[in-house]
C-alpha cells in the first residue's frame, strides 16, 4: 500500500516557539492531504484539509494564524504551530489522499509537548 | 453534515471469540465509502476493511467481516477468532469525495 511519512513523531518545544510539522508521500502524489488532531482515548478531530496549490480548508474553530498549512508539491505538506502554548500539547496525525483509491493513508503521528 | 456512530465506546471478547463492533452513519448520498480503521497502541491508523456503497455484498477480509445494511445506514464490523493483537481501538469511517468522516471509536479489549 501506499507509504505516508510523518515527522517528527515526537517533539517538545517552549511555549511561545513554533514548530514544523511534515507530512510526506513517499510513493504516491497526494491529490489531498488532511491534518487531524486526536486528544487522549478520543477520536481524530479534523483540523484542515489541504490540496496542492491552494490554501487549505479549515474547519470551524480551529485558527487559521495559529495553525499553518502549506501544501507545495504533491508529496508534502506542512503543519506550522505557531506561538505553541501547553493547550496545544497532543497528537497531530496527516493522511493522505492518491486520487486513486478511496482508502485514506496515515502519517505515524507527531506527539507534541509544549513546555 | 454527515455523521458516524459507535455506540460502544468499550468492548471486550475473549480469546478466539468473535465480537461485533457496531456503527451507523447519516448521509443523503447513495455512492460513498465506509472504513474501519485500528488504531494500535502504536497509534499508527491501519484499514481493516472498506466497503463500497454501491455493492450489496458484504466485504471480508480474512478474520473481519462486515454487515453492510445500506438502508438502515448501518456498517457492523465482526471480528471472528480474536487474537491479543486485536486489542486497539476501532475507528468506522464515512467518505463522499474528500469528506473523511470517522466515529468517536470503540476500544476493543481481547481476554486470554
Known amino acids: 500500500g501506499a507509504v505516508v511519512s510523518q515527522h517528527p513523531s515526537r517533539v517538545i518545544c517552549k511555549s511561545g516557539t513554533s514548530v514544523k510539522i511534515e507530512c510526506r508521500s513517499l510513493?504516491?502524489?497526494?491529490?489531498?492531504m488532511f491534518w487531524y488532531r486526536q486528544f487522549p482515548k478520543q477520536s481524530l478531530m479534523l483540523m484542515a484539509t489541504?490540496?496542492?496549490?491552494?490554501?487549505?480548508?479549515?474547519e470551524q474553530g480551529v485558527e487559521k494564524d495559529k495553525f499553518l498549512i502549506n501544501h507545495a508539491s504533491l508529496t508534502l505538506s506542512t503543519l506550522t504551530v505557531t506561538s505553541a502554548h501547553p493547550e496545544d500539547s497532543s497528537f497531530y496525525i496527516c493522511?493522505?489522499?492518491?486520487?486513486?483509491?478511496?482508502?485514506?493513508?496515515f502519517g505515524q503521528g507527531t506527539r507534541l509537548t509544549v513546555v | 453534515a454527515q455523521t458516524v456512530t459507535q455506540s460502544q465506546p468499550e468492548m471486550s471478547v475473549q480469546e478466539a471469540e468473535t465480537v461485533t463492533l457496531s456503527c451507523t452513519y447519516d448521509?443523503?448520498?447513495?455512492?460513498?465509502?465506509l472504513f474501519w480503521y485500528k488504531q494500535p497502541p502504536s497509534r499508527q491508523m491501519i484499514l481493516v476493511i472498506r466497503?463500497?456503497?454501491?455493492?450489496?455484498q458484504n466485504a471480508t477480509e480474512n478474520r473481519f467481516s462486515v454487515n453492510f445494511q445500506k438502508a438502515a445506514k448501518s456498517f457492523s464490523l465482526k471480528i471472528s477468532d480474536s487474537q491479543l493483537g486485536d486489542a486497539a481501538m476501532y475507528f468506522c469511517?464515512?467518505?463522499?469525495?474528500?469528506?473523511?468522516?470517522f466515529g468517536p471509536g470503540t476500544r476493543l479489549s481481547v481476554l486470554p
Open positions: 489541504s490540496n496542492e496549490g491552494s490554501k487549505a480548508t479549515y
Open positions: 493522511s493522505a489522499l492518491t486520487g486513486v483509491s478511496t482508502e485514506a493513508f
Open positions: 510513493d504516491f502524489q497526494a491529490t489531498t
Open positions: 469511517a464515512y467518505n463522499y469525495g474528500q469528506n473523511f468522516v
Open positions: 448521509t443523503s448520498e447513495s455512492d460513498y465509502y
Open positions: 466497503q463500497e456503497a454501491y455493492k450489496q
